[in-house]
Nanobody
């Protein structure tokens, strides 16, 4: 089992940057695929990015591609999401998630068993 705690959210102007962190505790972090998802008010939770357990492969949603970068450090049990060129439509609660069946890089919410409490990102126009 793994526990996840996100940090780094806040208020930023459009065009700005923000970095999110996710600290994981528990065993075998290196065997989990790690993902970032987000949920805007009145909308369903959606996939943003994922990184497989080795860190060698990453996948992004179309909206995140070219602007966001996901990374991890298995020795530190950390995952990050660097967000650049932020837009007002990026405003949402961002969640870190872990999938125990590592290696697939899934974008499906149902693949992730463990979730953090979320961190708010607000992008002003």
């Amino acid at each position: 089992q793994v526990q996840l705690v996100e940090s780094g959210g806040g208020l930023v102007q459009a065009g700005g940057s923000l970095g999110l962190s996710c600290a994981a505790s528990g065993s075998a972090f290196g065997y989990y695929d790690m993902g970032w998802f987000r949920q805007a008010p009145g909308k369903e939770r959606e996939f943003v990015a994922t990184i497989i357990m080795s860190g060698r492969l990453t996948y992004y949603s179309d909206s995140a591609k070219g602007r966001f970068t996901i990374s991890r450090d298995n020795a530190e049990n950390m995952v990050w999401l660097q967000m650049n060129s932020l837009k007002p439509e990026d405003t949402a609660v961002y969640y870190c998630a872990a999938a125990s069946r590592g290696g697939s890089g899934s974008s499906s919410l149902s693949s992730y068993e463990y979730w953090g409490q979320g961190t708010q990102v607000t992008v002003s126009s």
